[in-house]
């Protein structure tokens, strides 16, 4: 694998290195000449825009406690489209799984002849059986992450059928089900990644599952919050998103206190019935670990969790900044930032950084959708996401009737002033003067992930 970067190369022998490590015709390679094909294996990964390392290992320290972590999180995993109608699916969780999902959701519900049921509550959504899903997923657990798997039952069966879906758990998951403290662990902390790999966590708030929730008890975030100074590693705290916005304004500083003693769980509203999604930056601003998300809805915020979690190999855990976690003490705050630090607000808990992009150009551009046969109009958006005082967008001019080779060659600059949690955007869209302008394509990946000096299309 290469280990240099193309603003470096600046002699013709350079070049001709190269070409010949990139260009598989011997003739041209005499010639320095690089082909098309040649040109497509340059802008592979050894020259992408994210650093290789970064999506393939897992590279962060994974030994610290489950709370200096973000978990990939999935919102009624079991839906494949909308609130209303539809299947409780099986496949829906192998698709979360997958796509590196660490902590799913199971609305359980009493069924006939004894067996539980998922569905989704008071809706058209057709249920299937607890243990069908169980079983789905069981082999699927850990092929895209070594790291522990959360299943959050929202419980609502009769104590008959939870003994039920405990002996189902027991049978299936066997000695990968964790049902007892880990005795090498600090018992005032929750265990770390590394200590449960392989393993299956429960998180459930009904007490008569008691046996099967070890580090995870849900909790409602107003009764953790009426008794949080009794409340140990272990309770998990619940939280509406309309209550989240209550919180992160009304008293933002003891809110990431909290976080950094227990796990924190933000849900969508009730009212998304079309199964969209919140903005999760400003929950990860406040250092919510489980920012649960509707992954059967591939919208622009769903783009915001796959950049989020494609860093450290996409193993669905992704460590804190030191300012948001237990070991650094201090009072950070989201909301004093608003806008670019300055004299008077000086950012003490990171070092900014100029990040200059040059979209140059774009290659096989695809229409819009399958039925249209208009040439698209394409430009591109580049956006970053973070604490508010890094939220920019720029984009470039748009080209007219071509999609198969359009040139833009515009370049953009941000001062970003807390890298650790920006995330970088690209989207191309598709030109209307009629009409919504259509998405193309996106790509989205971590500040702290990307290399200088390359050029990659998305």
Not at 254 to 273: A, E, V
């Amino acid at each position: 694998t290469s280990d240099y970067s193309l603003v470096s190369i600046t002699q013709r022998e350079q070049v001709q290195k190269l070409i010949d490590e990139f260009e598989t015709d011997v003739e041209l390679q005499e010639n320095g000449q690089l082909s098309l094909n040649g040109l497509n294996l340059l802008l592979s990964d050894d020259f992408s825009l994210m650093k290789p390392w970064c999506s393939r290992h897992i590279y962060q320290d994974m030994t610290r406690p489950l709370t200096d972590y973000y978990i990939n999180t999935s919102h009624n995993t079991y839906l494949f489209t909308n609130q209303i109608s539809g299947d409780s699916n099986p496949e829906a969780y192998n698709r979360a799984l997958c796509a590196g999902c660490r902590a799913v959701e199971i609305d359980c519900y009493d069924g006939a002849n004894g067996r539980p049921i998922v569905k989704h509550g008071y809706t058209l959504v057709k249920p299937c059986l607890f243990e069908s899903i169980i079983r789905f997923i069981e082999p699927n657990l850990f092929k895209t992450s070594p790291y522990p798997v959360i299943l959050d039952l929202e419980n609502h069966c009769s104590i008959e059928q939870q003994h039920e879906m405990a002996r189902i758990l027991k049978q299936v998951l066997g000695d990968r089900l964790v049902t007892e403290l880990l005795t090498t662990n600090d018992s005032s902390v929750l265990p770390s990644p590394e200590d449960l790999k392989y393993k299956v966590l429960i998180r459930v708030i009904e007490h008569d599952l008691g046996k099967l929730f070890i580090y995870f008890q849900n909790i409602p975030y107003l009764q953790y919050e009426e008794d949080k100074d009794n409340c140990s590693c272990c309770h998990s705290p619940n939280l509406a998103e309309k209550h989240f916005d209550q919180m992160s304004r009304n008293d933002p500083i003891n809110l990431i206190k909290q976080t950094r003693k227990s796990s924190f769980r933000m849900y969508p509203d009730g009212l998304r019935q079309d199964s969209s999604n919140p903005n999760p930056i400003n929950a990860w601003n406040f250092g919510i670990h489980m920012v649960a998300l509707n992954f059967q809805n591939d919208d622009l915020i769903m783009s915001l969790s796959y950049g989020k979690f494609i860093d450290n190999g996409g193993c669905g855990y992704i460590l804190k900044p030191k300012y948001l976690i237990n070991q650094y003490e201090n009072k950070f705050n989201p909301f004093d930032y608003l806008e670019k630090p300055s004299i008077l607000r000086y950012n003490i808990f990171e070092y900014s950084q100029r990040l200059i992009i040059t979209i140059i150009s774009g290659q096989f551009l695809s229409r819009s959708n399958e039925t249209t046969r208009d040439i698209p109009d394409p430009y591109v958006v580049v956006s970053t996401h973070g604490i508010s005082c890094d939220q920019q967008s720029q984009r470039t001019k748009f080209i007219e009737n071509n999609g198969f080779d359009p040139l833009w060659n515009e370049t953009f600059q941000f001062n970003i002033y807390f890298p650790q949690m920006c995330l970088v955007r690209f989207d191309i869209y598709d030109y209307d003067i009629f009409t919504k302008d259509d998405r193309i394509a996106y790509f989205c990946l971590p500040m702290t992930t990307m290399q200088t000096g390359n050029v990659q299309r998305n």
